[in-house]
T-cell receptor, first 116, second 113 residues
Framework: EPEVTQTPSHQVTQMGQEVILRCVPI?????FYWYRQILGQKVEFLVS????????KSEIFDDQFSVERPDGSNFTLKIRSTKLEDSAMYFC??????????????FGPGTRLTVL | AQRVTQPEKLLSVFKGAPVELKCNYS??????LFWYVQYSRQRLQLLLR??SRESIKGFTADLNKGETSFHLKKPFAQEEDSAMYYC???????????????FGSGTQLTVLP
């Protein structure tokens, strides 16, 4: 069964550095998402992407964040200048093979980002 | 803005006992409600959604619009049900939009032998 994959599984970086988190959504899905979960807190929505553009974004998704689908398969989240508070588990999700009345989202295993 | 509340962070029951994981939501429109489960060291996966009204692994959940609740229930818990359970809400509306999920804080269920 196809799954969403994410790399790396764990990323350690210094504060102020740029990081790129990578995701390969399930092929022929139409919608792509990034969520994050700070340790001990709830899963929070960051951004959704559809038809090669951002569909929705949360307050968390400020100018330091960007998303891209550079080659039609990968879906990346870039954080330009990481802060300590960016340390979290980042989940990618994809969904919406067809336009239906709901949009089941399939999650990747997550990338744990640690900012030192 | 929508909100999902799961009042219990931790819940322990004995094997064979009934279990109910509570979920309340706040949303002005017609939401779509889901339960996601995360077993140890595994990814988040969809357990069930209210519109399908199905039973998965013996779990059911009924949307109560009057009480704005979507509690997850199972009559006889099994040890393999031990996991983190998240209630999630998605805005209803245009089926073509990439609608975000709003998650509750999760309930860690432990089923004791």
């Amino acid at each position: 069964e196809p799954e969403v994959t994410q790399t790396p599984s764990h990323q350690v970086t210094q504060m102020g550095q740029e990081v790129i988190l990578r995701c390969v959504p399930i092929s022929n899905h139409l919608y792509f998402y990034w969520y994050r979960q700070i340790l001990g807190q709830k899963v929070e929505f960051l951004v959704s992407f559809y038809n090669n553009e951002i569909s929705e974004k949360s307050e968390i998704f400020d100018d330091q964040f960007s998303v891209e689908r550079p080659d039609g398969s990968n879906f990346t989240l870039k954080i330009r200048s990481t802060k300590l508070e960016d340390s979290a588990m980042y989940f990618c999700a994809s969904g919406g093979r067809l336009a239906t009345s709901y949009n089941e989202q399939f999650f990747g295993p997550g990338t744990r980002l640690t900012v030192l | 803005a929508q909100r999902v509340t799961q009042p219990e962070k931790l819940l322990s029951v004995f094997k064979g006992a009934p279990v109910e994981l509570k979920c309340n939501y706040s949303y002005s429109g017609s939401p779509e409600l889901f339960w996601y489960v995360q077993y140890s060291r595994q990814r988040l996966q969809l357990l069930l959604r209210h519109i399908s009204r199905e039973s998965i692994k013996g779990f059911t959940a009924d949307l109560n619009k009057g009480e704005t609740s979507f509690h997850l229930k199972k009559p006889f818990a099994q040890e393999e049900d031990s996991a983190m359970y998240y209630c999630a809400l998605q805005e209803g509306g245009d089926s073509g939009s990439a609608r975000q999920l709003t998650f509750g804080s999760g309930t860690q269920l432990t089923v004791l032998p």
